[in-house]
DNA sequence: AGCCAAACGGAGAAGTTCTCCGTATCGTAC
DNA sequence: GTACGATACGGAGAACTTCTCCGTTTGGCT
């Protein structure tokens, strides 16, 4: 991991005005908003935006890393301070909803390709999929989740019913992720 | 319901041809194929592929048609020859093959917005969800399914599974299904 | 002050969706 | 079998997108 040397303070500049303006951009218009669009509203030019963040999924990837921090550190506080069913059922609503914001943003992000993740080292899927482990592991070994149960499939099922759910109301959402809540408990039988 | 005059053959004839081609550029491409590149296969201009299909979701239902048509017939035929517990199961295995071959087509359509179907009437959700309803009924009166399981639950469920899994294996899928299928069933406790 | 690596920005290539309208064709009425 | 009008064709092209290339500018070190 080496580090280079560090960016010229205009580079920095113009980064955070892209990664400001893309915010804006995704929130309006989804995951597919227009990359020139951005660039203009950052007031930089599109070679810059490019140079900065390659492939859209990069911008995704920027884009979310602040919230998925988030998410991830709530993990640990809810795993610290409730009864690990409880942690794990709080934690995958906040995470449904982190999927569904921006139109689906998030939720996009899980399913996209993946193999070998952004430059600026911040492995989205990495950190989802480790925080839900932390969440998961305790509700497994209390039996409060099916012994079988493995993080990415928490992970791919909510990120599933964020996308089938993106055009549809939050109460729809809530609705599955309270069908698929029950099915990652423990059963009686299993 | 009025039906103007027959179709001109050339007109019908060309129907086909982009329908074909549009056939094999979804299967290689997805759902997201060049419809551009559609018609320069078929052999028409672009004008006519959009004369006939004036949206891509239009092209989508109409590939999807027969594909739905054979899905909504095998409800039927699984309500009928099978227990309800196993028809229902073995429906959704089969909506779930059909939502994702074509790189996710069958997904995508269901998620698309869906307000005012297409023209030529068929209308892929509500044949859908008719079907999903067909095998539902039985196993939630049996007991085999819970008591408050709508059809767009688990259509929006597996629909789910298919787009958060278009690029990982088919044995996510099915893994995933799994999980689901056990949420569907009634509970003990329920 | 001077230098140069780093960064900028915008023109433009290539691709997309979708429209418009002059032209060709089909099917019918004679 | 031919003339005619509704129907349908097709491709040029407008407006957009993504992404690249390269001449020009500028920040920061010596």
Redesign the pocket.
Known sequence: MRM????????????DRVLAAAREAFAEEGP????????RRA??????????F???RDLHAAVLAERVERLCALADELAASRPAGEALDAWLRAFLDHARTDHGLGGAMMAEPGDGEPDLGFDCHAAIRGAAERVLAPARDEGAARADLAADDVVQLVAGIALSTVRAGPERAERLLDLVADALRARPGG
Request: glycine fraction near 16%.
């Open positions: 280079g040397r560090a960016p010229r303070s205009d580079a920095r500049r113009n980064r597919g908003a227009s990359l020139n669009e951005i660039a007031g930089v030019g599109p070679g810059t935006l490019y140079r900065h390659p492939a859209r």
